[in-house]
């Protein structure tokens, strides 16, 4: 299929003093002239310049991406190999629904090649079309959320980029499995919404529990398709390129951290970075802040391990005994990263049992005889 039909080419002139040797700029396939070959790639830029989601009906002049570009492409490169295609900016539709519509596409297309979309957008609803995209995959999908709200508000009258979740959860068909949302922030989340979290059994993390330690915040990451990443839930002297300010919220080396475990995910197919105003960005740090979360997207996957097998030698197995329900319970821990998963047995005789990343301390939570709490919303949600 002809991609570009869908894309506007990048203006080569901004570019022009980053091609230096050993950055990104030099290694980045980008669209001026000719289209990339996308199929190549491994990783393909997408700008989306749209913010009708959040009650803008006329468009930035400038596009949030072009900010992030720039630091991006001056960037060194680090280790892997920088197949790497920037396909431009994603024409908006006559709608918003059909913007959701051709980033759907987009989406399905590149991961069907293997090639993983970053999205740089763009009001935070544009995360509907990247969950759609998913949806010819006929499989159970697993997403994580980064936000400082929980967008699933039920008012009739609250703007696009407030709501996509619900749309998510309301998609038919319906192939969402788990959810996680993190960073949220208790006092700008009504709490009905966390109790339906709650009852539909997905996983949600303050934005203190992530401070506390972020390393119980890598399984939540390492088990998802896709994560969505909405600005505002980084802390505004770290990233002020949102509306309204919020001085509370992840930093940015947080921010950083969480994509840098997104890249390593063996599973993980698409990033959406949205919610970015350069028009809030006078000093361009948000567009800083936003290149190296891409920069620790990229050097991830370039260090991912193909942990996926579990029956293989690269895996040690461990089995918990218990005296009640479950009678038993079986973890692996991987002799290269370290890494842990668990395996979770269903309610059901029909269904088939899943192996799900955990921590450490999952383990020792049930060697002390006590069942993981990560375990118990899995089976519910299995059923």
Not at 54 to 78: D, W
Not at 153 to 179: C, G, V
Not at 180 to 208: C, N
Not at 357 to 374: F, H, T, W
Request: glycine share 6%.
């Amino acid at each position: 299929m002809n991609l570009s039909i869908f894309f506007e080419p990048l203006n080569e002139d901004i570019f022009a003093l980053l091609d230096k040797p050993r950055t990104l700029g030099a290694y980045i396939n980008r669209f001026t002239g000719k289209f990339p070959d996308w199929r190549a790639a491994d990783i393909a830029i997408v700008g989306v310049n749209e913010t009708r989601g959040r009650g803008e009906e006329e468009q930035l002049e400038v596009a949030p991406a072009r900010y992030v570009r720039k630091k991006l492409y001056s960037l060194h490169k680090g280790a892997g190999r920088g197949q790497i295609v920037d396909l431009g900016n994603l024409r908006p539709g006559i709608t918003l629904e059909d913007t959701y519509l051709r980033l759907k596409e987009i989406v399905e297309i590149l991961i069907s090649h293997n090639t993983i979309p970053v999205i740089i957008g763009g009001s935070h609803d544009l995360e509907y079309g990247q969950f759609m995209g998913y949806e010819h995959l006929e499989r159970p999908v697993n997403m994580v959320t980064v936000d400082s709200s929980v967008d699933m508000t039920e008012d009739t009258d609250a703007l696009a980029h407030k709501t996509q979740l619900r749309q998510i959860l309301m998609h038919e068909p319906n192939y969402l499995f788990s959810m996680a949302q993190i960073g949220y922030q208790s006092y700008l989340v009504d709490p009905e919404v966390m109790a339906t979290f709650e009852k539909l059994h997905f996983e949600a993390y303050r934005v203190g529990e992530v401070h506390r330690s972020i390393q119980e915040i890598e399984p939540v990451v390492r088990q998802a398709d896709l994560l969505s990443f909405d600005i505002s839930a980084i802390r505004h002297q770290d990233a002020p390129g949102y509306s309204p300010a919020n001085p509370f919220g992840l930093t940015g080396e947080e921010a950083c951290q969480i994509c840098w475990y997104a890249g390593l995910n063996d599973q993980m197919t698409s990033l959406g970075i949205y919610e970015y105003d350069p028009t809030q960005d006078g000093h361009e740090l948000t567009a800083m802040t936003i290149a190296t979360m891409i920069w620790y997207f990229i050097e991830g996957f370039y260090h991912r391990k193909n942990e996926t097998e579990f029956s293989s030698k690269k895996f040690t197995k461990y089995a918990v005994a218990f005296s009640d329900n479950p009678d038993r319970m079986t973890f692996f821990k991987s002799k290269a990263s370290e890494k842990w998963w668990m395996e979770v047995e269903p309610l059901s005789e029909d269904k088939g049992s899943r192996i799900i990343p955990c921590s450490y301390e999952d383990y020792l939570q049930a060697i002390k005889g006590e069942v993981p709490n990560r375990w118990i919303l899995t089976q519910a949600r299995i059923g």
